[in-house]
């Protein structure tokens, strides 16, 4: 059970390159979110999906693309790349059990945009 | 907006003292608060949580409370260890919905 991957882990990326972010979660949850962080501004929501086929802007959604291909995986994607989007990306899932929301986080991809 | 403010940003403490972390929020409709530490390079995995319908909660060392009527809630950590050092992040969300809105996070250092 390996919960939540995301790849890659490190990328480097010129100003105006495209990439796309992988995360995949063997845990069954319907939902699953994006989320960058940057030095002293903790967790910031980029798109969720509440379930497969449905996806929403989070707090800080231009610039990325997202698609919920299958239950299990949720693609970030970076059209053209800008220096502000150097940060660190996490992927997360979470299901409702009975009063627990908890998410669970992969481990993270660190992204440069020189 | 939605937000959380979260004090202090630093936290030095001598192992075997008490912390506390403080935070605010504004969204009235908030009614779950997650507290999540993330150690050097690693992932925020969720240490404790408490729902508005609870007023303290408490897991060994650590315990939250949260008092809805000033949109204020705290993470005590007492005896504290040096494995204890790391950044913690105190949230907020409406469980209505799927947005949860995170402090900025306070840099914890337990000191041997």
């Known amino acids: 059970n390996a919960g939540v991957t995301q790849t890659p882990k490190f990328q480097v990326l010129k100003t105006g390159q495209s990439m796309t972010l992988q995360c995949a979660q063997d845990?069954?949850?319907?939902?699953m979110y994006w989320y960058r962080q940057d030095p002293g501004m903790g967790l910031r929501l980029i798109y969720y999906s509440a379930s497969e086929g449905t996806t929403d802007k989070g707090e800080v959604p231009n610039g990325y693309n997202v698609s919920r291909l299958n239950k299990r995986e949720f693609s970030l994607r970076l059209e053209s790349a800008a220096p502000s989007q150097t940060s660190v990306y996490f992927c997360?899932?979470?299901?409702?059990?009975?009063?627990?929301?908890?998410?669970?986080f992969g481990p993270g991809t660190r992204l440069t945009v020189t | 907006g939605e937000n959380v403010e979260q004090h202090p940003s630093t936290l030095s403490v001598q192992e075997g003292d008490s912390a506390v972390i403080k935070c605010t929020y504004s969204d009235s409709a908030s009614n779950y608060f997650p507290w999540y530490k993330q150690e050097l390079g690693k992932r925020p995995q969720l240490i404790i949580d408490?729902?508005?319908?609870?007023g303290e909660k408490k897991d060994q060392r650590i315990a939250v409370t949260l008092n809805k009527t000033a949109k204020h809630f705290s993470l005590h950590i007492t005896e504290t260890q040096p494995e204890d050092s790391a950044v913690y992040f105190c949230?907020?969300?409406?469980?209505?919905?799927?947005?949860?809105?995170f402090g900025a996070g306070t840099r914890l250092f337990v000191k041997a």
């Open positions: 949230a907020a969300r409406n469980t209505g919905g799927f947005k949860t809105i």
């Open positions: 997360a899932s979470s299901e409702v059990k009975g009063a627990a929301y908890e998410q669970y």
């Open positions: 408490i729902r508005s319908n609870v």
């Open positions: 845990m069954n949850h319907n939902s």
